[in-house]
């Protein structure tokens, strides 16, 4: 009963902080009937459903502030998901510091470029506008150390300054033809609140879970590839998933009514699905659906977890198979097959020692992919792989540290944004990129493409 008022207070928390917003929305549309309202989100910010609150914004704003250790490729997961929450509409960068924040333990000023990068990042993943906080630093109050584009010393000749300045020229020379194109994506991953409350709301198996690092562990092999992502709600319905040839549901511990019936429907019809450890566990009152995990997805993945074995901090478990060679970490899911076939297992000395670690399961013309452990980085990209080249899902190889994305105008004109994120010079060729039209220098790429540190191309292609 504890768990389920945990799950209802969330809830609560959630509705009650969005019913504030709207009736302030509703107040201002008295007197303004059209200018477009929105309030600024903060992206994987725990307490409140993003989903249900863009359905009251006209537009989604969110503030953008990565850590110095923060990896791009959460920070771009993290625009795809404010993209996702608005229907895949572009979004609005409302906040960035144009240098260093101010609440971080270690507040690391932003190097050379860097900021310009964040900017282009955000443009790449759907933002149509670029915005900072703050234009002047204050001078008291417990922002006083915030980055400003003009800070304490008031001058236009600091480097901060006359970078702003500069990027600022960028958009405005170039900014208006990209605006209101769109990103076309073949993969979908559901990012459900419900099953961030339940996943870091559990006591047991394990106080290991961070549920957007999970969601961030399958979304970077797909980053790091350049494969285009949306981010989606749990409960999308099948005609929109069905567009999707594959969904990924990491951590989906909560499955709310109707959606084992919609990812059943989608598998069989065609459709390829991957989720795994911890997944099916609960109902919509955060109970524990009898029968066997992954409860009511257990038919379709083929499976039956048995027990959830609980990895101390830094230990892993050996995983083994075809195309894979990893380690696990924080939890081993030890699976029964019910139907499904295995493609790799667990080593090690444990008792489960050879009893699967992924499966696939066959059902109806699709497939279900279950991952019975959080896999580390090489181990997920190589199970993910062969996954996407059996999709033909479109991917291209960029050095370590740059990635691709693109965004589709009318026309059939396409934007290809190159991001170097990283402080080292890089050299790349892709012949898809050749004869396009760099916009911010005019130049025509001929295959070699030079990239400064934090460097970034944006090309047109027709």
Not at 166 to 179: K, N, S, V, Y
Request: proline content about 5%; hydrophobic content about 40%; charged content about 25%.
């Amino acid at each position: 009963m504890v768990s389920g008022l945990q799950m209802d207070y969330r809830r609560f928390q959630s509705q009650a902080q969005l019913a504030c917003y709207t009736n302030e929305r509703d107040a201002i549309r008295e007197y303004d009937a059209t200018t477009p309202i929105t309030t600024n989100l903060m992206g994987t910010f725990k307490d409140l459903d993003y989903f249900e609150w863009a359905k009251e914004m006209d537009v989604v704003s969110w503030d953008n502030y990565p850590g110095m250790d923060t990896p791009p490729s959460f920070t771009a997961m993290c625009h795809d998901l404010m993209r996702g929450i608005g229907g895949n509409k572009p979004f609005m960068l409302m906040e960035q510091t144009p240098n260093q924040q101010n609440w971080f333990p270690f507040c690391k000023v932003k190097q050379p470029g860097e900021v310009r990068k964040l900017s282009w990042q955000a443009v790449a993943h759907g933002a149509d506008t670029v915005r900072f906080f703050q234009m002047k630093q204050s001078l008291g109050g417990c922002e006083r150390f915030h980055g400003a584009v003009i800070a304490h010393d008031g001058t236009e000749e600091s480097r901060v300054f006359k970078e702003t300045a500069a990027l600022g020229e960028e958009l405005d020379r170039i900014g208006r033809r990209i605006m209101g194109s769109r990103i076309e994506s073949r993969v979908a991953i559901m990012f459900d609140w419900q099953s961030y409350w339940s996943l870091e709301g559990c006591v047991g198996p394990t106080t290991g879970f961070n549920y957007p690092n999970e969601v961030h562990r399958f979304y970077r092999a797909l980053w790091r590839r350049n494969v285009p992502v949306d981010m989606i709600a749990s409960t999308t319905p099948l005609a929109r998933l069905s567009q999707y040839d594959l969904a990924i549901a990491p951590a989906l511990i909560t499955v709310l009514p109707g959606v084992a019936e919609t990812l059943e429907a989608y598998v069989a019809d065609g459709g390829t699905f991957i989720t795994g450890y911890m997944a099916g566990i609960h109902d919509e009152h955060d109970l524990v659906v009898p029968g066997g995990y992954p409860g009511k997805l257990r038919r379709l993945m083929g499976v039956w977890v048995e027990e959830i074995d609980a990895l101390a901090p830094g230990e892993t478990i050996e995983v083994h198979g075809g195309t894979v060679d990893a380690k696990g970490e924080i939890v081993a899911s030890i699976i029964h097959r019910e139907g499904a076939e295995r493609l790799a297992t667990y080593g090690g000395d444990e008792f489960y020692a050879g009893h699967s670690a992924l499966t696939v399961n066959a059902y109806g013309k699709g497939k279900a992919y279950f991952v019975g452990t959080p896999l580390d980085e090489t181990g997920m990209s190589a199970f993910m792989a062969p996954i996407i080249k059996e999709l033909d899902l479109k991917s291209l190889d960029t050095p370590e540290d740059v990635s691709l994305s693109v965004r589709y105008g009318d026309g059939g004109t396409r934007y290809a944004f190159l991001v170097n994120n990283s402080a080292a010079d890089k050299r790349l060729c892709l012949s898809e990129l050749n004869g396009g039209t760099e916009l911010l220098t005019g130049t025509v790429i001929n295959d070699l493409i030079e990239l400064k540190p934090y460097g970034v191309d944006v090309i047109a292609l027709r």
